[in-house]
């Protein structure tokens, strides 16, 4: 099996994640924060230590930042709906996943709320983060209180210009809410250089973590909500939720198991070096981009960005019925919408979606001409 679809989620994980879980089930996996006992103790001190690693790895303003969720979509449900008032106003990019779409359309719907999209220029060849920061401030009300991109698209991968958008928001005394589904783990995310004042994390993709394990960290600066209401282990005589971070927004127990498996991929991303990982996710991608396009009928979208992600179409053949026919070939890609119409429609590929290939440090050139060769099988209608 060639598993190309590390967009959905990251697969293997490192020998590391499963040994660490495994171990935690084993040996300390008490109720973290309820007790004093050893096993309560030893579950917190692994805990505190994955927010010590993540605060430290994006840039965090303290590791008492760092929320853990679960997922990336409960993260930015979190931070967009801690800015929900009557009358505000919110910026997002063309290319933002449901996980930001439906959240602002709810607010738009049920509390008088708003938005706008600024335009990303993804298939503009003159792209730059100069046409991004105008598109962007040409929105911008007086009643605007944040702007949301992604860093990276779940269709492509064209990057997003965090530190430029950052300082516009700065300059601007609005917020800068950055979803890394597609970032963590593929480039560096800085919260500090880029101005990021909320960043949604999954732990199960790029940063090689198990499913079920998500992360929001925040700017000392912004002022979040609870989604959910319940025991935090501290102040149990009052009704309301702490006031501190983390415990204000991590209502019930925490899954000690999937946070210690993050913090392991974390680890095993240390030890190659974020930057080598890009630089081997990019060349991974370009050659995909270079062969895919060479095969007569196959159109590659948004060709230009060397990432982890690679979208295409063979022809008018459903993205659906390619997917299952690399499936039946051993190729494991995802085809469909990826939940993300937006983005989509700005790629020209909203009538048939498309056929997502997207790369981890684990895949080989090999990989790549497997997946070409293949292609270049079904489009002559070999498998048809």
């Not at 597609?182 to 949604?200: N, P, T, V, Y």
């Not at 499936?327 to 995802?334: L, P, Y």
């Not at 989509?344 to 440090?361: K, Q």
Request: with cysteine.
């Amino acid at each position: 099996m060639i598993y190309l679809d590390n967009a959905a989620t990251s697969f293997p994980k490192p020998p590391r994640v499963i040994e660490e879980m495994a171990r935690c089930m084993r040996e300390y996996c008490g109720n973290p924060g309820r007790g004093s006992h050893k096993l309560a103790l030893a579950a917190a001190e692994k805990i505190y230590d994955c927010r010590v690693t993540l605060s430290d790895f994006f840039h965090a303003d303290a590791p008492e930042n760092v929320v853990f969720c679960q997922n990336a979509t409960h993260a930015l449900n979190i931070a967009i709906l801690s800015l929900a008032r009557k009358g505000a106003h919110f910026i997002c990019s063309d290319m933002e996943h449901n996980s930001v779409r439906r959240p602002l359309e709810y607010l738009a719907r049920e509390q008088g709320c708003s938005y706008s999209v600024f335009n990303s220029y993804v298939k503009d060849p003159e792209r730059n983060a100069q046409k991004i920061c105008s598109s962007i401030t040409s929105l911008i009300r007086p009643d605007t209180v944040a702007v949301i991109s992604t860093a990276c698209p779940n269709v492509c991968s064209a990057r997003m210009p965090l530190d430029e958008i950052g300082a516009l928001c700065r300059r601007a005394g609005i917020f800068f809410i950055v979803d890394g589904a597609q970032g963590a783990g593929h480039f560096e995310i800085d919260m500090k250089r880029s101005d990021i004042s909320a960043l949604a994390l999954p732990g199960h993709k790029g940063l090689l973590g198990p499913q079920g394990s998500g992360v929001l960290i925040l700017s000392d600066d912004f002022k979040s909500h609870p989604l959910l209401y319940g025991g935090s282990g501290s102040a149990s005589l009052d009704p309301d939720m702490p006031t501190e971070l983390p415990e204000r927004l991590e209502a019930g127990t925490l899954s000690t198991p999937a946070i210690v498996g993050l913090e392991a991929g974390i680890g095993f991303l240390k030890g190659i070096g974020i930057e080598k990982i890009s630089n081997h996710e990019k060349t991974l991608c370009t050659k995909a981009v270079r062969m895919l396009s060479e095969i007569p009928g196959v159109t590659v979208y948004a060709p230009r960005h060397a990432g982890s992600v690679v979208s295409f179409n063979i022809g008018t053949l459903s993205s659906d019925k390619t997917a299952n026919l690399l499936s039946e070939r051993g190729i494991c890609v995802r085809g469909g919408f990826h939940c993300n119409p937006m983005a989509h429609s700005v790629l020209g590929s909203d009538t048939h979606g498309s056929v997502r290939t997207s790369f981890s440090p684990f895949n080989t050139a090999d990989d790549v001409f497997a997946l070409a060769e293949e292609v270049r099988a079904i489009a002559r209608g070999k498998y048809r």
